[in-house]
């Protein structure tokens, strides 16, 4: 493995893992940016108001992207046992 194959494969690596973990992310930043507004507007600063609504979010998200998600890694996987053979 010459150092151009190693550069590749951890760049494809931090492509995929932003890819896998983007929509869940992105789910919770929203849901947590809604229920600030929420808090500022009503000003109840109660921590766990933003807490559980947040984690249903993101278990929600989970279940949704879950497939989008595997097949992300999925395809990372066959692609690291495919360069394999040419080490």
């Known amino acids: 493995m ?3 194959m ?3 494969l951890i760049g494809s690596a931090f492509v995929n893992m932003i890819k896998v973990s983007a929509p869940v992310m992105v789910v919770a930043m929203v849901v947590g940016l809604i229920i600030s507004i929420l808090q500022a507007t ?3 600063q109660e921590q766990t108001l ?4 947040k984690m249903l979010a993101v278990i929600v998200s989970l279940i949704l992207f879950g497939t ?5 890694m999925l395809d990372f996987f066959r ?8 080490l």
Request: hydrophobic fraction near 45%; charge should be negative; aromatic fraction near 12%.
């Open 79 to 86: 692609y690291v046992l495919e360069i394999i053979p040419k």
């Open 68 to 72: 989008f998600m595997m097949n992300t």
């Open 6 to 8: 190693a550069l590749d």
């Open 50 to 53: 933003s807490f559980v609504p």
């Open 42 to 44: 009503t000003q109840v």
């Open 2 to 4: 010459n150092q151009g």
